[in-house]
């Protein structure tokens, strides 16, 4: 008898810790491709538009991931034209490019979509205002796909972080070893999210919708993706570095608690953040474990693997 065809999964972002994540837990749901810059046989940029429908067009995929982002929050300041294509004018491309194939994109994007003045979390319908660069770009990304008409899932997420890559985790626990005080901005409050668990929730989302063209188009929409509870920058350091020094020697003495006047950046970040997951869980069924326990568990596997 002829075997079924294997469904084909299209990962865009290269080896970014999203990215790296969803390939190893797509893999058990069908044949992973992933693509970045310089990947080989296939490559795609989202800086270069044009690389993006025949590329859609000749793999022909079932689902579309794109991890990939122009994440530098305060580069994007003044790379303007690049954050816009990479946010903004690609993810279009690529949900046009979903509708001719007819694939299910999923699309992630960003807490900065708004503007942090609220005081309770932020549900999907809730108003956007980006204060950046940066949360305009991924905005007017999640906008494009809307107005291109194929079936997606946009999944906003918060403070992403995980054992590789460039992220907070990873420099917080580099300034540990060398620094004896550590200045953590303390008025920012948010919800730090492992990359290993958004990679996890994409696939239980994704192994329930399968190939059903029809709940595609029914679960069609935003959703908001992050960890259980809420942090600010420096309880999120004192966290990291509480759970360090039990496992290697660190030079810091102090984490002192700093406003964000005292740490001005280019970019105006949201003070207040935090995401109301509970239409993915009404939805899908997935809620994401309190922050504290996955920063427990990455740091165990950081641990691990420096033994």
Same mark, same amino acid.
């Given at each position: 008898?002829?075997?079924?065809?294997?469904?084909?999964?299209?990962?865009?972002?290269?080896?970014?810790?999203?990215?790296?994540?969803?390939?190893?837990?797509? =893999?058990?749901?069908?044949?992973?491709?992933?693509?970045?810059?310089?990947?080989?046989?296939?490559?795609?940029?989202?800086?270069?538009?044009?690389?993006?429908?025949?590329?859609?067009?000749?793999?022909?995929?079932?689902?579309?991931?794109? =991890?990939?982002?122009?994440?530098?929050?305060?580069?994007?300041?003044?790379?303007?034209?690049?954050?816009?294509?990479?946010?903004?004018?690609?993810?279009?491309?690529?949900?046009?490019?979903?509708?001719?194939?007819?694939?299910?994109?999923?699309?992630?994007?960003?807490?900065?979509?708004?503007?942090?003045?609220?005081?309770?979390?932020?549900?999907?319908?809730?108003?956007?205002?980006?204060?950046?660069?940066?949360?305009?770009?991924?905005?007017?990304?999640?906008?494009?796909?809307?107005?291109?008409?194929?079936?997606?899932?946009?999944?906003?997420?918060?403070?992403?972080?995980?054992?590789?890559?460039?992220?907070?985790?990873?420099?917080?626990?580099?300034?540990?070893?060398?620094?004896?005080?550590?200045?953590?901005?303390?008025?920012?409050?948010?919800?730090?999210?492992?990359?290993?668990?958004?990679?996890?929730?994409?696939?239980?989302?994704?192994?329930?919708?399968?190939?059903?063209?029809?709940?595609?188009?029914?679960?069609?929409?935003?959703?908001?993706?992050?960890?259980?509870?809420?942090?600010?920058?420096?309880?999120?350091?004192?966290?990291?570095?509480?759970?360090?020094?039990?496992?290697?020697?660190?030079?810091?003495?102090?984490?002192?608690?700093?406003?964000?006047?005292?740490?001005?950046?280019?970019?105006?970040?949201?003070?207040?953040?935090?995401?109301?997951?509970?239409?993915?869980?009404?939805?899908?069924?997935?809620?994401?474990?309190?922050?504290?326990?996955?920063?427990?568990?990455?740091?165990?596997?950081?641990? =691990?693997?420096?033994?």
């Amino acid at each position: 008898m002829p075997t079924e065809p294997t469904r084909r999964i299209l990962i865009l972002g290269g080896d970014g810790q999203v990215a790296w994540e969803l390939r190893r837990s797509l =893999a058990t749901l069908g044949e992973v491709i992933a693509v970045g810059r310089r990947t080989t046989p296939h490559a795609l940029d989202l800086e270069q538009p044009e690389s993006i429908t025949p590329l859609i067009e000749a793999l022909r995929p079932t689902w579309i991931v794109n =991890a990939a982002a122009h994440t530098a929050v305060d580069k994007a300041e003044t790379e303007v034209e690049a954050a816009t294509r990479i946010n903004a004018t690609g993810p279009g491309l690529l949900a046009q490019a979903a509708g001719r194939v007819g694939a299910l994109l999923v699309h992630y994007s960003t807490d900065y979509v708004f503007d942090g003045s609220g005081t309770q979390p932020y549900c999907e319908d809730d108003t956007p205002n980006p204060q950046g660069v940066y949360g305009r770009t991924k905005l007017d990304g999640e906008r494009a796909i809307d107005s291109a008409g194929c079936d997606y899932l946009i999944l906003r997420t918060a403070w992403v972080y995980g054992a590789r890559g460039q992220n907070f985790l990873r420099t917080l626990r580099r300034l540990a070893r060398e620094r004896e005080e550590l200045r953590v901005v303390a008025d920012q409050r948010g919800a730090p999210t492992w990359s290993r668990h958004i990679a996890e929730a994409t696939t239980q989302i994704l192994a329930q919708l399968g190939d059903d063209r029809a709940a595609w188009h029914t679960k069609t929409g935003i959703y908001h993706l992050t960890s259980a509870g809420e942090a600010t920058w420096h309880a999120f350091a004192e966290a990291i570095v509480e759970h360090q020094r039990r496992h290697e020697p660190v030079k810091v003495a102090k984490i002192t608690a700093i406003g964000t006047a005292d740490y001005p950046t280019p970019a105006k970040r949201p003070a207040y953040s935090v995401l109301d997951n509970g239409k993915l869980a009404a939805t899908f069924g997935v809620r994401l474990p309190d922050w504290r326990e996955a920063l427990r568990q990455v740091q165990e596997d950081i641990d =691990a693997n420096i033994a």
